[in-house]
């Protein structure tokens, strides 16, 4: 069992900053992929960033150059900082993690066991 707790979100405007944090408990978090997915009102949960086990990152387009995933294994961290934020970005987001997941699987909400309880995220234009 590994428990997920997310802290981080809030107000802002567009173009500001926020960073996400998310708090791992239970297993040996390292051996554990990451990811962030986000889910904005009336909207599909879609996929933001993953960061495997051995710090590989990816993210979808729309992010690419603002958002950065890191992880933390000695404090059992995962972290998404966001800059450059835009209206399109307000959401609430979810941390998750999954036990070593096939890179052609990190993008899918169905390979991660584990989730937070979600942060909201609104960016005001």
Known sequence: QVRL????GGLVQAGGSLRLSCAASGRTFSN????????AP???REFVA???????GTYIDSVKGRFTISRDNA???VS????SLKPEDTAVYYCSAGFRVPNVQLRQRNA???W??????????
């Not at 707790?5 to 981080?8: C, L």
């Not at 554990?32 to 889910?39: E, I, T």
């Not at 993953?50 to 590989?56: L, N, R």
């Not at 998404?80 to 800059?83: E, I």
């Open 5 to 8: 707790v997310e802290s981080g």
């Open 42 to 44: 009336g909207k599909e």
């Open 32 to 39: 554990y992929d990451a990811a962030w997915f986000r889910q």
């Open 116 to 125: 937070g309880q979600g942060t909201l995220v609104t960016v005001s234009s």
């Open 80 to 83: 998404l900082q966001m800059n």
């Open 112 to 114: 991660y066991s584990y």
């Open 75 to 77: 404090k059992n961290t």
């Open 50 to 56: 993953a960061i495997t086990w051995g710090a590989g």
